[in-house]
């Protein structure tokens, strides 16, 4: 699992190893190793209790999305829970294959890239609301709201594609990998938004300019991603009535 499997390391990355087993202990911190070669070798335990209290979340989650009829409660995943879904689903397994195909099965791994988007939709509500609310009143929050509202709206971006992977330190290379699936000129016009923001000395008033110009664009992107997704229109207003409940 980790990053090699993603294709993301480098020469000083962890080699990280998932040990599933009913019995494995829970551990707060993953036991670390070292090789000669001074590389570490970190490794995850999982027992019984963390996935069936995963996999009854992951059920009530993947109904609620294929329904369209209801809105999952997909906060209810920490980052640790989507990050062990994620190398469970590209993880490559050392032993036990027909049991590791179970247990994605039980998981609903299958349906993560779509229940991820349908998180990262909401969460991109939410943020942009907070946007909407400050940007004529407190400039520097509203700027540090657009880049998580950036920041959710790549996950929808890279969910389109089938990639999975939760943190937020791989988007930029994610974005480059995929940009000729996701689409050349959304992707330029990301890091543009990213590194173009006008430093806070600037006139409040050229600074609401440019939120308002990255306000129109990121809608022009989220209609795109939501495309690609193959959301319906009518389950997205749902989300974004949820948000704002």
Request: glycine content about 4%; aromatic content about 8%.
């Amino acid at each position: 699992a980790g990053s090699i499997v993603d294709g993301l390391a480098n020469d000083k990355s962890d080699i990280d190893f998932i040990l599933i087993h009913e019995d494995s202990p829970n551990f707060s911190s993953p036991p670390q190793f070292s090789t000669e070669n001074g590389s570490i070798i970190q490794v995850e335990t999982v027992g019984k209790d963390r996935l069936q209290q995963l996999e009854n979340k992951m059920r009530i989650i993947s109904s609620a999305i294929k329904s369209e009829n209801m809105t999952p409660h997909m906060s209810s995943l920490s980052n640790s829970e989507l990050l062990f879904l994620h190398e469970l689903r590209v993880g490559i397994p050392l032993t036990n294959k027909a049991e590791a195909y179970h247990l994605k099965q039980r998981l609903w791994v299958h349906d993560l890239p779509r229940n991820l988007a349908v998180r990262y939709i909401i969460d991109h509500f939410e943020v942009r609301q907070d946007v909407e609310v400050y940007i004529d009143n407190d400039i520097e929050t509203a700027l540090w709201m657009l880049k998580r509202c950036i920041t959710h709206l790549c996950f929808i971006l890279l969910c389109t594609i089938g990639e999975t992977n939760p943190r937020e330190k791989w988007i930029p290379k994610l974005l480059r990998r995929y940009e000729s699936n996701i689409g050349e000129q959304y992707v330029a016009n990301i890091f543009d938004l990213i590194y173009g923001s006008p430093p806070l000395k600037k006139a409040p008033a050229e600074l609401r300019k440019f939120l308002e110009f990255a306000m129109k664009q990121l809608n022009e992107i989220f209609r795109h991603a939501i495309s690609l997704n193959n959301i319906s229109y009518d389950y997205i207003e749902k989300l974004s009535l949820k948000s704002n409940n």
